[in-house]
């Protein structure tokens, strides 16, 4: 059985790794197929609505729509494409792409990305059953409850401690696409708690993908506060400082007429950036 089981991890790995080389594949020959019109920049994101995602295929969001019109005014074409996270930060990373967004800032992401000045904000909470009565002031109050949460993302150091350290009753990690989608289904299903979920982002896909989750809601408590979201140009792209600096100019002139407002406004988006 344990032979079976390292054969088919293996495989998965595999797997994975096949389908990274092939991304990189594609996405090289795109580079390469560009590389004689240097006006158009690579860029890669994950489904992540409203923020970005891919629709119809068409790749829409209220970041999206940000950086697509700032990165035009600096004379380029932005061709955006949607993959999962884990492949797309590795893609990035090797500079297969100029820039990957929407992303928060850390210090080991500051080591391999030239970030840009806060495009948006974000906000994690915990989501839950509206039929299970949950509050909390510290982690620890959560011990008797599953946690789900989503494999490669920015979560504040105590989460991240208190999974290591097994404070929840269980943590279960999801890996993959469609994240957030997924973590409410195992939230109906009964089979965690809570999850760890952006505000915005699971609350779009209840109210879009309504009856499904209607018996879900939140926990109005933030974990670790607001954090600002950027679009980060791979160190290994070239060019990527001066073209940091060039977006952080002509998004503080975006900003500044109003324009990134106006695209929050129809989103129905209300950030602490713009207050």
């Given at each position: 059985?344990?032979?079976?089981?390292?054969?088919?991890?293996?495989?998965?790995?595999?797997?994975?790794?096949?389908?990274?080389?092939?991304?990189?594949?594609?996405?090289?020959?795109?580079?390469?197929?560009?590389?004689?019109n240097q006006n158009v920049?690579?860029?890669?994101?994950?489904?992540?609505?409203?923020?970005?995602?891919?629709?119809?295929?068409?790749?829409?969001?209220?970041?999206?729509?940000?950086?697509?019109?700032?990165?035009?005014?600096?004379?380029?074409?932005?061709?955006?494409?949607?993959?999962?996270?884990?492949?797309?930060?590795?893609?990035?990373?090797?500079?297969?792409?100029?820039?990957?967004?929407?992303?928060?800032?850390?210090?080991?992401?500051?080591?391999?990305?030239?970030?840009?000045?806060?495009?948006?904000?974000?906000?994690?909470?915990?989501?839950?059953?509206?039929?299970?009565?949950?509050?909390?002031?510290?982690?620890?109050?959560?011990?008797?409850?599953?946690?789900?949460?989503?494999?490669?993302?920015?979560?504040?150091?105590?989460?991240?401690?208190?999974?290591?350290?097994?404070?929840?009753?269980?943590?279960s990690q999801l890996s993959?696409?469609?994240?957030?989608?997924?973590?409410?289904?195992?939230?109906?299903?009964?089979?965690?708690?809570?999850?760890?979920?952006?505000?915005?982002?699971?609350?779009?896909?209840?109210?879009?993908?309504?009856?499904?989750?209607?018996?879900?809601?939140?926990?109005?408590?933030?974990?670790?506060?607001?954090?600002?979201?950027?679009?980060?140009?791979?160190?290994?792209?070239?060019?990527?400082?001066?073209?940091?600096?060039?977006?952080?100019?002509?998004?503080?002139?975006?900003?500044?007429?109003?324009?990134?407002?106006?695209?929050?406004?129809?989103?129905?988006?209300?950030?602490?950036?713009?207050?």
């Amino acid at each position: 059985m344990r032979n079976r089981r390292n054969h088919m991890k293996n495989t998965k790995t595999l797997l994975f790794k096949l389908k990274v080389v092939i991304s990189c594949c594609v996405l090289s020959a795109a580079h390469a197929a560009l590389a004689d019109n240097q006006n158009v920049l690579p860029i890669i994101m994950e489904n992540f609505p409203p923020f970005e995602f891919e629709r119809d295929g068409v790749i829409t969001g209220f970041n999206t729509e940000i950086i697509t019109q700032v990165i035009k005014r600096m004379g380029y074409e932005p061709e955006i494409k949607a993959l999962p996270w884990a492949r797309a930060q590795l893609i990035a990373q090797n500079g297969q792409v100029a820039a990957i967004y929407g992303m928060a800032k850390n210090p080991e992401r500051e080591q391999v990305y030239y970030f840009s000045d806060p495009i948006s904000t974000v906000e994690d909470v915990f989501f839950k059953l509206k039929s299970k009565s949950i509050s909390w002031q510290t982690l620890d109050d959560l011990k008797d409850y599953r946690v789900g949460y989503s494999n490669g993302y920015g979560y504040i150091a105590p989460f991240w401690a208190a999974v290591k350290n097994n404070k929840f009753k269980g943590a279960s990690q999801l890996s993959g696409e469609n994240l957030e989608l997924r973590q409410l289904q195992e939230l109906r299903l009964g089979r965690i708690d809570i999850a760890v979920c952006e505000v915005t982002v699971c609350n779009y896909l209840i109210q879009t993908n309504a009856p499904q989750f209607d018996m879900i809601d939140y926990i109005d408590q933030p974990l670790g506060g607001v954090r600002t979201y950027h679009i980060g140009f791979s160190k290994k792209w070239p060019g990527a400082e001066k073209l940091a600096k060039q977006f952080n100019v002509e998004l503080a002139k975006f900003i500044a007429e109003g324009k990134r407002r106006a695209i929050f406004e129809k989103y129905g988006v209300v950030s602490p950036l713009e207050q």
